[in-house]
């Protein structure tokens, strides 16, 4: 089963609201990534998230990683509509083999 | 970051047939990594290819189905066997990438459709 769950699956903003998709892993991680997947493209890598506690900005996108490196949010404020698509959380752990497992990612539209 | 070339874009295929994804990265890595992603889903990683020895596949994904070669450290190619319906996906290749960053590249993506 997922050992990476992703919420909400969907959510549709009026341009300008905030957003925040939410990441909790089964096991701890030793780092956990995130990525933005645009509507018929690839995955690319936003930011990775190491330490516990960890709060890294990107201008108006705001990572989280939890104190228990089992969870980690993805915030951003005042959504335009350069911001559609689906982001994905992707996490690394022991438990995992060390290998990258994506949850089920977030699919985020933007209405102007 | 690396770079990664992934061909073909899409194909659309017969169902019986096969058809061989490459990649090529423009610096020598030790893994490549393949996914697969359903329509509407997440990635699911298919296997890792290592240079010189037997690609490792993950549970559900065995090798006469999705044969893996990695002649050399920058090339990697992944052949979907014997294809049916279910096997359109949108298959990808990914690197690890080493600097301060972190992280994975992808490449673009293989659009298979198989009717």
């Known amino acids: 089963g997922q050992q990476v769950m992703q919420i909400p699956q969907y959510q549709h903003v009026q341009e300008g609201e905030d957003f925040t998709t939410y990441c909790n892993s089964s096991?701890?991680?030793?780092?956990i990534q995130w990525y933005k997947q645009r509507p018929g493209g690839h995955p690319v890598f936003l930011i990775q998230?190491?330490?516990?506690?960890e709060v890294k900005k990107q201008k108006r996108l705001t990572f989280q990683f939890g104190e228990a490196k089992k969870n980690s949010s993805l915030h951003i404020t005042a959504t335009q509509t350069t911001d559609v698509g689906t982001y994905f959380c992707a996490g690394i752990g022991w438990e995992y083999g060390n290998k990258l497992v994506f949850g089920a990612g977030t699919i985020l539209r933007v209405k102007s | 970051s690396a770079v990664i070339s992934q061909k073909p874009s899409r194909d659309i295929c017969q169902r019986g047939t096969s058809l061989t994804i490459q990649c090529q990265v423009d610096s020598q890595v030790t893994m490549m990594f393949w996914y697969r992603q359903q329509p509407g889903q997440s990635l699911t990683l298919i296997a890792t290819?290592?240079?010189?020895?037997?690609?490792?596949?993950e549970s559900g994904f065995v090798i006469d189905k999705f044969p893996i070669s990695r002649p050399n450290l920058t090339f990697s190619t992944l052949t979907v066997s014997n294809m049916s319906p279910e096997d359109s996906s949108i298959y990808l290749c990914?690197?690890?990438?080493?600097?301060?960053?972190?992280?994975?590249?992808f490449g673009s993506g293989t659009r298979l459709t198989v009717v």
């Open positions: 990914s690197v690890e990438d080493y600097g301060e960053k972190g992280g994975y590249t």
């Open positions: 290819a290592n240079q010189g020895s037997e690609a490792t596949y």
């Open positions: 096991t701890t991680l030793s780092n």
């Open positions: 998230l190491v330490k516990s506690g």
